[in-house]
T-cell receptor
Framework: GAVVSQHPSWVICKSGTSVKIECRSL??????MFWYRQFPKQSLMLMATSNEGSKATYEQGVEKDKFLINHASLTLSTLTVTSAHPEDSSFYIC?????????????FGSGTRLTVV | AQTVTQSQPEMSVQEAETVTLSCTYDTSESDYYLFWYKQPPSRQMILVIR??????QNATENRFSVNFQKAAKSFSLKISDSQLGDAAMYFCAYISSNTGKLIFGQGTTLQVKP
């Protein structure tokens, strides 16, 4: 089945530094990838949609200059948290949609736990 | 805008018993897809079951089945013969055919008692 690999699984960084999270589709081409943020015991909140070869579309309230998304190929999307602050600490999850369309839903990465100290 | 509502923050069930998780949604679209995802303590999102809105027949996957009431915009999940491994947070989700965005409900934490 479709597999999405997300790295790193956890990261601790100092306040003011940048962190990059990678999301790779291993056995299919992902035209669209989505990035979510999840706080403990809460739902997944969509941050942005990345389409291969074009600019990401951000949800309302998400700072595009802080959360940089790049989808340079059909198998890789990256989320860079720039100038991270403690309030950016959260669980970030990527998901990918294969070319088969909406009916098959999405495949999710295993998530990245970011802690900013 | 589409919304998904799960009104049960927590549910519990005895092992081997049956439990139903509720979900309602709001949309003006006629073409869409509905899903139930499971998130165990590992936090890996796992697809449990999916339903196409144009299909009247309720989807079934082994011990998991849904009750899809399109007119009422209701999409509940029934888990039969509950197992300890079913303990997790369950999310109801909606995909718009127009936007392709996956929208989640608030989630329901299911506890399975031995």
């Amino acid at each position: 089945g479709a597999v999405v690999s997300q790295h790193p699984s956890w990261v601790i960084c100092k306040s003011g530094t940048s962190v990059k999270i990678e999301c790779r589709s291993l056995d299919f081409q992902a035209t669209t990838m989505f990035w979510y943020r999840q706080f403990p015991k809460q739902s997944l909140m969509l941050m942005a949609t990345s389409n291969e070869g074009s600019k990401a579309t951000y949800e309302q309230g998400v700072e595009k200059d802080k959360f940089l998304i790049n989808h340079a190929s059909l198998t890789l999307s990256t989320l860079t948290v720039t100038s991270a602050h403690p309030e950016d600490s959260s669980f970030y999850i990527c998901s990918a949609r294969a070319r088969r369309g909406n009916s098959y839903g999405y495949t999710f990465g295993s998530g990245t736990r970011l802690t900013v100290v | 805008a589409q919304t998904v509502t799960q009104s049960q923050p927590e549910m519990s069930v005895q092992e081997a018993e049956t439990v139903t998780l509720s979900c309602t949604y709001d949309t003006s679209e006629s073409d869409y897809y509905l899903f139930w995802y499971k998130q165990p303590p590992s936090r890996q999102m796992i697809l449990v079951i999916r339903q196409e809105a144009y299909k009247q027949q309720n989807a079934t996957e082994n011990r998991f089945s849904v009750n899809f009431q399109k007119a009422a915009k209701s999409f509940s999940l029934k888990i039969s013969d509950s197992q300890l491994g079913d303990a997790a947070m369950y999310f109801c989700a909606y995909i718009s055919s127009n936007t392709g965005k996956l929208i989640f409900g608030q989630g329901t934490t299911l506890q399975v008692k031995p």
